[in-house]
């Protein structure tokens, strides 16, 4: 049958395209999640009972409104692969289940689907003039994720970007289609993953300094989301350095600048070679999007290759820069939670931590604030809290950086990291936490 005549005849309203919904489905959203479908289906709640979703909370879904749980308890149970600030809260009140992924770009392990997939909905652009659509600005694991689902529904929104790479799925690979509802949300003001952006301060710009002395030409660059590492791009002195190359999670702001600029071309890298490799781009400025859409330097790949640490490692002098909410004076990395309490998600951290120490050349890079709350915490801790997830462990921590300098770990006894590490806490913490590191370390 012709391209066409299949999607006008698959083409329904979100309304009925949810009833293939079932008691005791699971539910997939891929973020950004598709605001008809969600809609659509909470409006089934009173049909349906323990239908299990799992979202990236990415979106101002009505599945992510707290009061659906406490209407409907036996409806609807969420999950999630990524604590954003959406989903934080229902986190916190125990209304959200979290998937602890195993290895993110390891195919079998990091892929975060443990179970198979009744349903898959997903937002895609219109069909091209060979019947494929695109996934926009993200892949992750959607394309993965349609081919071993069950059923597949799409809704069909035409202003998502199309880009080159492994990015897209033929119209005869979906199930059912609907037309886009937008979400009456006004563009901009948030990152990729729908996070508030409220521009950096001082301290962050002081951080991002640090941070671009330890890139050097022709290095090879990751640069994870996060209050700090993403103003690398912008704040770094990147402007100032040559043949850099970009292999990424995300593509946070500033990039698409650097590579008008000429800053990133990827010469220097082994394989794909003059290319921007991600799973996600956008997060930056409208200038940005409009020259990464459609554009060959940008090609966006699945998550199992992005983010494989073995793809990674392929390139030379790989230098993978990500933030922390805490580090121990032994150089275990925190950035996901305080305590027991979710916050964040590792995302692709420990992937290219892995992928960079198994770089020739490679480096690795933590950057935060030495303080939070207001200064009356320091992030720089003899111990981590007690229920703290460690993101990254210690036998991987390399550079760690502050707006007091950069501690360098790799290679260095405990006692070596407590000093390098106390040494760009904030001044107030540093006599307490040489006290507790010499009771720690010394005799």
């Known amino acids: 049958m012709d391209w066409k005549e299949e999607y006008k005849r698959r083409l329904v309203a979100a309304e009925d395209a949810v009833k293939v919904v079932k008691s005791g489905d699971y539910v997939v959203f891929a ?17 349906i009972t323990g239908v299990k979703i799992m979202g990236g909370g990415g979106s101002d879904l009505p599945i992510y409104d707290a009061s659906w749980y406490d209407a409907f308890p036996d409806a609807f149970s969420l999950e999630t692969s990524y604590v954003l600030p959406l989903i934080r809260d229902l986190i916190a009140q125990k209304k959200s289940d979290f998937i602890v992924s195993g290895l993110y770009g390891v195919p079998d392990i990091g892929e975060g689907m443990p179970k198979p997939i009744d349903v898959f909905m997903v937002q895609i652009s219109p069909p091209d003039e060979h019947g494929f659509c695109s996934f926009g600005n993200s892949l992750w694991m959607k394309k993965e994720w349609a081919r071993s689902a069950k059923i597949v529904i799409a809704e069909v929104n035409k202003n998502i970007i199309r880009t080159y790479g492994d990015n897209f799925i033929h119209v005869s690979e979906i199930d059912y289609f609907v037309e886009h509802t937008p979400s009456g949300k006004v563009p901009g003001g948030t990152d990729i993953l729908g996070r508030k952006t409220t521009g950096p301060g001082e ?24 209050g700090t590492a993403e103003w690398v791009a912008q704040f770094g002195g990147l402007e100032k350095k040559h043949d850099l190359g970009w292999h990424s999670e995300n593509t946070v702001r500033g990039i698409g600048t650097l590579v008008m600029q000429g800053v990133i071309n990827g010469r220097k890298k082994n394989i794909n070679v003059g290319k921007c490799v991600a799973t996600a781009v956008g997060g930056g400025t409208k200038e940005e999007m409009d020259f990464i859409a459609n554009n060959p330097l940008f090609e966006v790949y699945s998550s199992s290759y992005a983010l494989n640490p073995n793809v990674i490692s392929q390139n030379d002098n790989v230098v993978a820069i990500n933030s922390a909410i805490a580090v121990d004076l032994t150089g275990q990395i925190a950035a996901e939670s305080v305590g027991p309490v979710m916050t964040s998600g590792s995302g692709g951290q420990l992937s290219f931590a892995i992928g960079a120490y198994l770089s020739k050349g490679g480096r690795s890079v933590v950057a935060l604030p030495s303080t939070a709350k207001g200064g ?23 550079h760690v950086v502050t707006e007091y300098g950069i501690a360098r770990l790799k290679g260095k006894t405990q006692r070596e990291r407590a000093l390098e590490l106390i040494a760009v806490a904030h001044p107030d913490f540093r006599a307490e936490l040489k006290k507790e590191a010499e009771k720690l370390y010394w005799p």
Not at 31 to 37: F, V, Y
């Open 203 to 226: 301290l962050e710009k002081t951080i991002a300094a640090y941070v671009g002395t330890i890139v050097k030409d022709g290095d090879c660059l990751e640069i994870g989301v996060g």
């Open 31 to 47: 973020q950004p999640e598709a605001p008809a479908l969600g809609l659509a289906l909470v409006s089934r709640a009173g049909d």
């Open 376 to 398: 009356r915490i320091s992030r720089i801790m003899p111990m981590l809290e007690p229920g703290t997830v460690v993101s990254t462990p210690r036998t991987l921590a390399d």
